[in-house]
């Protein structure tokens, strides 16, 4: 029991420094640093329930050898006691003096447990304090790290406000230079080909609001996200079923069939070449009639 006490004590005085060194917990991803964190914190609060368990079994230990202990010195105190009286005085001097250092003895372990108790005692109401002074730390590092992503996320706003005042400033420059770039006919010519203004606005923002219409609807709508993610996929699965069905049809075509259109697609590409020769040499001959 002491040795284990001891030995109790001796390990609540190791450095834990180790546990979170820099060069264990600094990683390149954020997530496997939080990862590795976490890992930390729950061991810390396993070592710190498990050493709380064995201080409150050690107590219970050291209160079973107390009364152990003064079990022991009642009965020999009770012993003492007929020992000493007048009938058994004559043949009990030896073991009077046999119980007497039982007794001393008894006395003196009594006196280490309850030593040890008290021992016991302040150092789990010690752990106590500290347990609740590290849960005080993690309370204070939660709020730390709430007033970090606060910070981060004022910042970050004031990065959008920024982005958002030169939106605002350049957005009308854009909007009247497509406008007046439009070849209309109001600013563009009067020759005729160009359509007019009231033309393109009719078929261009109708067009506009539908398109902005949708886009919104499938990006607040979980619904129709999901609808619109199921078209993209069929559609690309269809046209990966056609590819493969091609290619397969493809291995199917005999070599021989393969070789007859070659053959034929190039007598075609020939006959059209003679002609093209035949009607150059036609002109040049007409060119020198004329001279």
């Known amino acids: 029991m002491t040795t284990s006490f001891k030995r109790f004590r001796a390990r609540g005085f190791r450095d834990k420094a180790t546990d979170y060194d820099d060069d264990a917990v600094r990683t390149t991803n954020i997530r496997a640093k939080h990862k590795r964190e976490g890992a930390l914190a729950e061991k810390q609060n396993r070592e710190n329930t498990s050493a709380l368990l064995e201080l409150r079994d050690i107590e219970d230990e050291l209160k079973t050898l107390e009364t152990l202990f003064g079990t022991q010195k009642t009965a020999i105190e009770i012993m003492i006691k007929h020992y000493q009286s007048n009938d058994l005085r004559l043949f009990t001097g030896n073991a009077l003096g046999f119980l007497l250092q039982a007794n001393a003895k008894l006395d003196e372990y009594l006196h280490h447990t309850s030593k040890m108790i008290k021992s016991v005692q302040s150092t789990r109401d010690d752990f106590d304090k500290l347990l609740g002074m590290v849960q005080r730390q993690a309370q204070v590092d939660e709020v730390r790290l709430a007033r970090l992503q606060a910070d981060l996320a004022s910042a970050q706003s004031r990065s959008v406000m920024i982005f958002t005042v030169f939106t605002v400033i350049f957005l009308p420059l854009t909007f009247f230079t ?67 069905v091609g290619q397969e049809v493809g291995h199917w075509i005999p070599a021989s069939t393969i070789k007859d259109r070659a053959e034929r697609k190039r007598s075609i590409e020939e006959k059209r070449e003679r002609k093209r020769a035949l009607k150059e040499a036609k002109k040049a001959a007409s060119w020198l009639d004329e001279d």
Do not use: D, Q
Request: hydrophobic share 45%; with cysteine.
């Open 178 to 244: 497509g406008l007046f770039g439009m070849n209309v006919r109001e600013w563009g010519g009067s020759n005729g080909t160009y359509l007019p203004l009231r033309t393109v606005g009719l078929i261009t923002i109708p067009s506009s609001c539908v398109i902005i219409t949708l886009a919104l609807i499938v990006a607040w709508s979980t619904r129709m996200r999901r609808i619109f993610n199921r078209f993209v996929k069929s559609v690309t699965g269809g046209w990966t079923w056609v590819k493969k």
